[in-house]
T-cell receptor
């Protein structure tokens, strides 16, 4: 039972380089998310996709783009990496809009360092 | 201004002790969730509370949602080293049930 799988797990980039973080879920969930986690800042939503074919900005979208490739896959792209984007990135997925609360399932994280 | 304030930020205790951590806000929420994150892993949902005054128990963990649905507490009885981790509370934001805002968390260390 893979759940949410994200790659790569570790990456070092030089300032100005681009890269894409890949994410796939096998739970047939409609919604997918990208969060970043920084010391003292907690988890912050970058982008989300409520359903296949839609994407929306979260709290901290600047410097990122996303693609919902199909129901399973949601990628995050850094076009020109900056040191401020050094962080741990989490992909997540969930069932859509249950009124009693929405369980979000997280991947194991991708550690990105921009030098 | 942080939507959710978690306290304490850090907590280090000995095995067998009891502890309580808090998640507070000035806003009212339709529901509140608690997650635990172990080192090197993503957060994992522990519980969802939806009713003011609600109390839920998960083995040695007791979760309470405030009567006014503005705050919550997590009490651990007889803590064990396996309870070590970052405890995060989260609430729906922006009228959307599938976007969550997280608190900064309480980092708990239980020493053998």
């Amino acid at each position: 039972n893979a759940g949410v799988t994200q790659t790569p797990k570790f990456q070092v980039l030089k300032t100005g380089q681009s890269m894409t973080l890949q994410c796939a879920q096998d739970m047939n969930h409609n919604s997918m998310y990208w969060y970043r986690q920084d010391p003292g800042m907690g988890l912050r939503l970058i982008y989300y996709s409520a359903s296949e074919g839609t994407t929306d900005k979260g709290e901290v979208p600047n410097g990122y783009n996303v693609s919902r490739l199909n129901k399973r896959e949601f990628s995050l792209r850094l076009e020109s990496a900056a040191p401020s984007q050094t962080s741990v990135y989490f992909c997540a997925s969930s069932d859509r809009g249950r009124s009693s609360g929405n369980t979000i399932y997280f991947g194991e994280g991708s550690w990105l360092t921009v030098v | 201004t942080q939507l959710l304030e978690q306290s304490p930020q850090f907590l280090s205790i000995q095995e067998g002790e009891n502890l309580t951590v808090y998640c507070n806000s000035s806003s009212v929420f339709s529901s509140l969730q608690w997650y635990r994150q172990e080192p090197g892993e993503g957060p994992v949902l522990l519980v969802t509370v939806v009713t003011g005054g609600e109390v839920k128990k998960l083995k040695r963990l007791t979760f309470q949602f405030g009567d006014a649905r503005k705050d919550s507490s997590l009490h651990i009885t007889a803590a064990q080293p396996g309870d070590t981790g970052l405890y995060l509370c989260a609430v729906p934001r922006g009228g959307s049930n599938y976007k969550l805002t997280f608190g900064k968390g309480t980092l708990l260390t239980v020493n053998p």
